[in-house]
């Protein structure tokens, strides 16, 4: 898959099918789509094209607000569009500039002169422009002029696959890790680097990779113990158990972590680059007693997710 950042080299995209979005998730509804885009470009003899955005459209325009809350980083969203067999993705840099454009401004300068489109594939409801004139009927009355050909995807395919990235968001919220996982159809990551902690967990015989997350607009789900699988710098997938939350037991402090206990591994994994998928929530984090109270509990949790793995197909 090609990453064009901005619009310098997208002309030597061939025939391109575009389709236009944000695709946070890259969920079932969006693989449908990008199934159908495949298919268009291959029926004409060209390319399969996302034109996205960056950064998100609402950090540009209520910077202020800073309860955006991404499913997936920039960089897991372009991996799963691979994955999808998507040919091209342009992201066009989103200013305030940019969201002044008319929709004909958008459809002529970037969609027609820049990009070339001959075809675009966009859902019933999708709008754009500063007027928000910019919609399917929008693009039908201008497709003769501008010739293009527009392909609808109607509200009852959208609808038939009933998922959306609110509902996604909000299974996640709620520790419905199973739910957002069917919604994605694979398993919701959580990518970061491996950092120095407190290392308390050794003390107690179970140490763990403290992992930060670098795009702060990344949706960490609700706190608790989690069954997980983590790949170290793209390597194997290792079963695992993961701590989400402030760590009542041990620590005051208000600051959330992320912590991932690796079964029957021992090596040091500092500064390294690892994906966590989430399977399952075991629990809500809770306040033991004391050390050892945790301890025995942390002890259970490995036993019910060494189980859950056992039982399960997961690879």
Same mark, same amino acid.
């Given at each position: ?68 809350? #991404? @499913? ?9 569009? $691979?994955?999808? %067999?998507? /040919? &091209? ?129 990344? #949706? @960490? ?9 983590? $790949?170290?710098? %793209?390597? /194997? &997938? ?78």
């Amino acid at each position: 898959m090609k990453v064009f950042e901005g619009l310098d080299f997208v002309h030597q995209i061939k025939n391109p099918v575009v389709t236009i979005g944000t695709f946070d998730g890259v969920h079932l509804g969006h693989q449908k789509i990008i199934q159908q885009l495949v298919e268009e470009a291959q029926n004409c003899d060209g390319e399969s094209v996302l034109l996205t955005f960056y950064p998100h459209p609402r950090m540009v325009l209520n910077p202020e607000n800073h309860q955006l809350q #991404l @499913i997936q980083t920039q960089a897991e969203k372009l991996e799963k569009l $691979a994955e999808c %067999g998507l /040919e &091209n993705v342009v992201i066009f840099p989103f200013t305030k500039a940019f969201a002044q454009l008319s929709a004909l401004e958008f459809v002529k300068d970037i969609l027609v002169s820049k990009i070339g489109a001959k075809k675009i594939i966009i859902g019933y409801d999708h709008q754009f422009g500063n007027d928000r004139k910019g919609n399917i009927e929008f693009l039908k009355n201008h497709s003769t002029e501008f010739g293009y050909e527009v392909i609808e995807i109607p509200a009852k395919e959208v609808d038939e696959v009933n998922v959306s990235s609110t509902k996604i968001r909000n299974a996640l919220l709620q520790g419905d890790i199973e739910m957002a996982n069917i919604f994605l159809n694979q398993p919701f990551e959580i990518t970061g680097m491996v950092k120095k902690g407190k290392q308390l967990g050794r003390t107690i015989g179970f140490p763990t990779a403290n992992v930060k997350v670098q795009e702060s607009t990344k #949706l @960490i789900p609700i706190n608790g113990v989690y069954a997980v699988r983590i $790949a170290i710098e %793209g390597g /194997e &997938n290792l079963n695992a158990m993961m701590n989400i939350g402030t760590r009542p037991t041990v620590s005051n402090e208000a600051q959330q972590s992320i912590e991932v206990n690796i079964f029957d591994f021992n090596e040091d994994i500092y500064d390294k680059l690892v994906k966590v998928s989430l399977f399952k929530r075991i629990r809500s984090e809770e306040k033991f007693p004391n050390l050892e109270a945790l301890k025995t509990q942390i002890a259970k949790d490995e036993e019910l997710i060494r189980a859950y793995f056992s039982a399960t197909l997961v690879s």
